[in-house]
């Protein structure tokens, strides 16, 4: 299928000098970079496993040292 696109001249320049290093044509050379680029882009993003990130949890367990006013609050309505 034949069709106008408009390219970068940093990308088409790319695509010709690749196209010249492996004596393809650049039409070979377009098609190529382009399916592996669609490939690429419908791919699913992928997703973090469980236990990638590694750290640790401190649970403060200073209620002891309150003051007993604030525990207080606590219990009061809004």
Known sequence: MRTTVSLDDAIYDEARRIAFESRRTLGEVINELLAAGLKQAARPPARRQLGQL??????ADDF?????EVLES???PL
């Open 74 to 76: 606590l219990d009061d």
């Open 54 to 59: 590694r750290g640790t949890i401190t649970i």
């Open 64 to 68: 002891d040292d309150t003051p007993a």
